[in-house]
């Protein structure tokens, strides 16, 4: 999911085109508080034009702040995929936007819950206290992610990776909760943003630990990045040829409780893995 300034429309074309899975409108951070009227314009205007076939989000601005009902007023009736919630406090700010939107949807003709959510669940210390109140969310919220760079901010801390490139530990137990609050919540878990835009070999190795950690996707902040976290989030051939020989070594075998694969035994959750493992490679091929 790549992100783009709000007030660049010249750059949503470009973004939209790069191979991105999904577009990201930035109206938070990326767009200073001057610019940010005019880049609600931009957004909503590009969103009523022909789309392409991208899903196109809007990350709006937090539920406490003073821009966020003029943002979401400016690109619902357009109709994005879906609205980024930043900095969200606790499971009440899901549940608020959440109101919000059935009232602007219904206001608009769309149906409840059209607009998907995915809310930034530790972009704050007291965030991070309060994360099994984002458990259960509302139907719309389809995914869960974290931002590192806030976070940093609000501890104080002078970055948030060691200089082997690793994160810190009060960042690696953010990015852990996040995982673990969005698999309690049944939703996607969706890694933050990597900074690195040069060292590409450094953002896919950084991209290959969030999909072993059990992350469905990756933000980013720009196109050079996509490549490699594409290559990072593509299951190689290996794990395919796994998968289906678990999956037949299983029906060959239904009594059984555990079967042998590679030497290994393999029981209910591997199947449950490999079956997973090779929904995804179906459902990206009709994607």
Known sequence: MLFVPGDRPDRFPKAVGSGADAVILDLEDAVTPDRRSYARQAIAEYLRGPRQGVPVWVRINPVDSADVLADLAAVVPARPEGVILPKARHGGDVSRLDHWLE???CEHGLGAGTIRVMPMITETAGALLSLPSFTPSPPRVV????GAEDLATELGALGNRTSTGEYEPAF???????LITAAAAGVLAID???????D???VEQRARSSRRAGYLGKLAIHPAQIPA????????AAELEWARRVLEAVAAAPAAGAVKVDGKLIDRPHVLQAERLLASVAQAGRA
């Open 103 to 105: 009232m602007l949807e």
């Open 229 to 236: 976290i594409h290559a990072a989030f593509t299951p190689a």
């Open 200 to 202: 590409i070999a450094a």
């Open 172 to 178: 690696e137990l953010a990015r852990s909760l996040c």
């Open 143 to 146: 995914a869960m992610t974290w």
């Open 192 to 198: 933050t943003v990597d900074t690195e835009i040069r």
